[in-house]
């Protein structure tokens, strides 16, 4: 059975940081998603080094992403490089978070 990205997309659309109202993916903090028959691969960062939630939210990703329908095994990589800056954001994040003034 292939595993269909967009199913990923939407599984990775259910995790919020608490202290921010818009899901990972809307927030940029997904950099990639490598599907290699039922493994997948996540590269992902986060907005500060210091994120008090980081381990928890990598869990998170590891567990919704698993229970997409075909996936067997999932690796998630934390990486800084390149930095997140708000020009990964969706548009739908920055209306949320009133940011659509801001020339992105």
């Known amino acids: 059975m292939a595993i269909i990205k967009d199913d990923i997309i939407n599984a990775l659309k259910t995790i ?3 202290e921010i109202p818009v899901n990972i993916w809307d927030m940029g903090l997904i950099y990639d998603i ?3 028959r039922e493994h997948v691969d996540i590269t ?4 500060s080094p210091t ?3 980081m381990e928890e939210l990598l869990q998170q990703v590891k567990d919704v992403v698993s229970k997409v329908k ?3 095994s999932v690796d998630v990589k934390l990486v800084w490089e390149p930095a997140w800056d708000l020009s990964r954001m969706s548009d739908a994040a920055r209306l ?6 801001q020339g992105w």
């Open 70 to 72: 075909g996936v067997k």
């Open 34 to 36: 490598v599907i290699k």
């Open 96 to 101: 949320e978070l009133d940011l659509t003034n």
């Open 51 to 53: 994120c008090p939630m």
């Open 16 to 18: 919020f940081d608490p």
């Open 44 to 47: 992902m960062t986060f907005t």
